[in-house]
Structure formats: structure tokens, C-alpha cells
């Protein structure tokens, strides 16, 4: 099977289950929801870049003046989202 297809099959099978999963969460507080993407995604990408061994250029490319406001006006608007 082609890729293409492989990933348009999980595309509509996830956006088919998405809204069951939404459904399941309709008790739960929304700023616990966020809380928990925000906690489970940090320590996500902790974890990639640990196995990655990018710590260094991250460090690197965060600390440089420009690729500093590179980084932060896309994640200020991400998250302002």
C-alpha cells in the first residue's frame, strides 16, 4: 500500500473517532484539559530531544537574537490560538 493511502486512511479514520473522543471528555473542566496538553506535550518533546541529543542546538539556536524572536513569535501566536 502506498503511503499516500495509508495516510489519508488514518486522517479520516481519526477525524471519524475524534468527536467520540470529545464526547468522552465533556465532564471534564477545560482548563484541566489544557493543562494536561500543555504537561504531556512538554514532557513529549523533553523526551524527543533527550533521544535526539538536540539539546545542545537547541540551546544553540534559542540563544542567537534573531532566531530568538524566530521562535517566539510563532509560539506566542500558537498559543494565543
Known amino acids: 500500500m502506498k503511503k499516500g493511502i495509508a495516510f489519508t486512511l488514518g486522517a ?12 468522552l471528555l465533556k ?7 489544557l493543562a494536561h496538553r500543555i504537561f504531556w506535550s512538554f514532557l ?13 542546538d537547541l ?10 524572536a524566530l521562535i517566539l513569535v510563532p509560539a506566542f501566536l500558537i498559543g494565543s490560538n
Not at 59 to 68: A, D, I, P, S, Y
Open 27 to 33: 465532564n471534564v473542566p477545560s482548563d484541566e484539559i
Open 59 to 68: 540551546f544553540v539556536k534559542v540563544t542567537r537574537g534573531k532566531n530568538l
Open 12 to 23: 479520516y479514520i481519526f477525524w471519524g473517532l475524534h468527536p467520540i473522543y470529545w464526547r
Open 44 to 56: 513529549f518533546f523533553v523526551v524527543l530531544i533527550t533521544f535526539r541529543k538536540g539539546w545542545r
